[in-house]
């Protein structure tokens, strides 16, 4: 009879082992997969370059606000709903100890980003938007882009307002 038990949970232990070491066929979604249908909490979760004001209806980057060489992160958390935005180093007006890192809370709702900011300096006080937030694949296919629809973290940075008007901010991530 102990014979027979050794044999079984010898058995045993080996399916165990080959179901712990099966190959999960199934990879993660990557980013482009999962902002394909736009902007939800799967698609903003993780960090984003913040690579500067892009012009709304070209997608060209300011040349006095081209932060790509050296650019800030923006970081949103789907399970606290919490995001850090840690100002490009060029960007000297922003990137200051008062007034860095910025912190604050999100959502989404109907394809709508909402920001709370928490921060408040010289530099931003707290504010909440909605904004019309866009996500796209890039034409290489290796960046996704996020532009916000506006500039938020941004806004301080010029006193024109041509360029407050008709800029967003854009920030990039891997698409794979």
């Not at 959502?107 to 938007?129: D, I, W």
Request: aromatic content about 8%.
């Amino acid at each position: 009879m102990k014979k027979f038990s050794l044999i079984a949970l010898a058995g045993v232990c080996s399916l165990g082992l080959l179901s712990a070491c099966s190959d999960d066929s199934t990879p993660d979604p990557t980013r482009a997969e999962l902002c394909a249908n736009g902007i939800s909490d799967d698609c903003l979760n993780g960090a984003w370059n913040a690579n500067g004001m892009a012009n709304k209806a070209s997608g060209e980057m300011h040349s006095m606000f081209n932060y790509t060489a050296a650019p800030g992160t923006l970081t949103f958390d789907k399970n606290t709903h919490e995001f850090q935005f840690d100002a490009p180093a060029l960007a000297a007006d922003i990137a200051t100890a008062d007034c860095n890192p910025v912190f604050g809370e999100w959502s989404v709702a109907a394809g709508v980003l909402h920001m709370r900011s928490f921060t408040n300096t010289m530099c931003m006080g707290p504010k909440t938007v909605e904004l019309a937030a866009t996500v796209a694949l890039d034409e290489t296919g290796t960046l996704v882009t996020l532009n916000l629809g506006q500039l938020y973290f941004m806004y301080n940075l010029t006193d024109e307002m041509a360029i407050k008007n008709s800029y967003t901010e854009s920030f990039s991530a891997l698409a794979k």
